[in-house]
């Protein structure tokens, strides 16, 4: 029998069912090259030594191309290392092997840095496919604390955290302002959370002392003198 295969190995029909050896038939593809068909429609006619004829196709089939999507969850904070890429792989052919360039042969990937993450991927036909991804991270977030750091003893000052969206003090006060009135010199804090990444400042405050008037001792006048 004279037996077509593809490309993988599988059985795609059975031209003759016969005895006779290979060698008495001949086949005409109708001048494709056999050796390096695409996908599509082949006809073909087995004629034997008597000449007689049978005609019929073959279609080659190819696996779709392979399709890479991916959900990037970019980093959260500045300085963190918790973005994630979530892989879908459609078409091709199973297994596929995944090689990224942090060395990781997962599909997906957790706990990353800023910087570039290309993939190469290769299906179980050894089709390949490839993809770069950018992770990305939010600006640095400084809070400051905004005011006046030196008054006099009993005198009051106002304090602002000049941004965030939710606010600690030292004191215990979460608006984005507060009042003090130190006794003494101190250091205040604030605690500024902003699209959810915290920062942190901390300001000296001096406190001084009223100052010390004196007109001398004290003196008797007499009218007239």
């Given at each position: 029998s004279i037996v077509i295969y593809d490309l993988k190995g599988a059985e795609v029909k059975t031209l003759?069912?016969?005895?006779?050896?290979?060698?008495?038939?001949?086949?005409?593809?109708?001048?494709?090259?056999?050796?390096?068909?695409?996908?599509?429609?082949?006809?073909?006619t087995v004629s034997d030594a008597n000449w007689c004829m049978v005609a019929g196709t073959?279609?080659?089939l190819s696996p779709s191309q392979l399709q890479l999507d991916t959900l990037i969850t970019h980093i959260s904070c500045f300085g963190y290392d918790d973005g994630a890429i979530d892989l879908t792989v459609t078409n091709g052919t199973?297994?596929?092997?995944?090689?990224?360039?942090?060395?990781?042969?997962?599909?997906?990937?957790?706990a990353l840095d800023t910087g570039i993450y290309n993939l190469m991927l290769t299906d179980g036909n050894n089709c390949p496919a490839s993809i770069s991804i950018t992770m990305n991270q939010p600006p640095l977030f400084e809070v400051d604390i905004l005011g006046n750091l030196s008054l006099c003893i009993g005198e009051e000052i106002i304090l602002t955290a000049n941004i965030g969206d939710s606010f600690i003090w030292s004191t215990g006060e979460t608006g984005q302002a507060i009042t003090v009135q130190p006794l003494a010199n101190t250091s205040i804090w604030v605690n500024a959370i902003k699209n959810g990444c915290p920062a942190e400042d901390t300001v000296a405050i001096t406190v001084n002392p009223l100052p010390t008037v004196s007109a001398g001792n004290d003196t008797t006048i007499t009218n007239g003198t």
């Amino acid at each position: 029998s004279i037996v077509i295969y593809d490309l993988k190995g599988a059985e795609v029909k059975t031209l003759v069912n016969g005895f006779k050896a290979e060698s008495n038939y001949t086949i005409d593809w109708d001048g494709a090259d056999t050796n390096a068909l695409s996908a599509g429609n082949y006809p073909y006619t087995v004629s034997d030594a008597n000449w007689c004829m049978v005609a019929g196709t073959v279609d080659i089939l190819s696996p779709s191309q392979l399709q890479l999507d991916t959900l990037i969850t970019h980093i959260s904070c500045f300085g963190y290392d918790d973005g994630a890429i979530d892989l879908t792989v459609t078409n091709g052919t199973l297994p596929y092997t995944f090689s990224w360039s942090n060395g990781s042969s997962t599909e997906d990937l957790a706990a990353l840095d800023t910087g570039i993450y290309n993939l190469m991927l290769t299906d179980g036909n050894n089709c390949p496919a490839s993809i770069s991804i950018t992770m990305n991270q939010p600006p640095l977030f400084e809070v400051d604390i905004l005011g006046n750091l030196s008054l006099c003893i009993g005198e009051e000052i106002i304090l602002t955290a000049n941004i965030g969206d939710s606010f600690i003090w030292s004191t215990g006060e979460t608006g984005q302002a507060i009042t003090v009135q130190p006794l003494a010199n101190t250091s205040i804090w604030v605690n500024a959370i902003k699209n959810g990444c915290p920062a942190e400042d901390t300001v000296a405050i001096t406190v001084n002392p009223l100052p010390t008037v004196s007109a001398g001792n004290d003196t008797t006048i007499t009218n007239g003198t």
